[in-house]
């Protein structure tokens, strides 16, 4: 929890968020009082330059590509509805387009082609090997979702016409 005096509103903001360890609930907490001062309207938007992570640049190299592939390319293209904005010799230009813009990065997946076996513990996915911080399972206990999805079972083989045929 965080509670912090704003002069300009002449009041007191606070934050309570949870997580799976100390570290996220700080980083959680953080971001909810950014985001309520920010509404409040004692911070501006950020619009300076973001530091670009070493794998987001890219040299531009030149390709040969045969006409037939061209053909195939210029009509997926046009099926899409994608315009593509004309090369801008001054420097790069970006070929995502509305809402592709706006995508928040997946969860780190494992590289390997298995998924390891880790007994159930609480708050973790390990299908992503990922702790769950966020939603309706990031609080229950293996018992608790192993009983709900027990009842959900049972409820479904008495209600289920198709269910109830199978059996």
Not at 116 to 138: F, H, K, M, Y
Not at 140 to 146: G, M
Not at 152 to 158: A, G, I, S, T
């Amino acid at each position: 929890m965080a509670l912090i005096f704003v002069r300009q509103l002449g009041r007191k903001i606070f934050a309570r968020e949870h997580g799976s360890n100390k570290k996220l609930a700080a980083q959680s907490c953080a971001l909810s009082m950014v985001r309520q001062l920010y509404h409040l309207g004692v911070i501006e938007a950020f619009t300076g330059q973001t530091k670009k992570k070493e794998g987001e640049t890219v040299e531009a190299y030149d390709v040969n590509v045969s006409e037939d592939l061209k053909q195939q390319l210029q009509s997926i293209i046009h099926e899409l509805g994608v315009h593509i904005p004309p090369p801008d010799p001054s420097g790069p230009v970006s070929l995502v387009q509305g809402k592709m813009a706006h995508f928040e990065p997946s969860q780190r997946q494992s590289l390997a082609g298995v998924v390891p076996w880790p007994p159930p513990q609480v708050n973790w996915n390990p299908w992503t090997s990922s702790n769950i911080d966020e939603g309706p399972l990031a609080f229950c206990t293996p018992e608790q979702i192993s009983s709900d999805l027990q009842q959900e079972l049972n409820y479904q083989l008495e209600h289920d016409k198709d269910l109830q045929t199978v059996r």
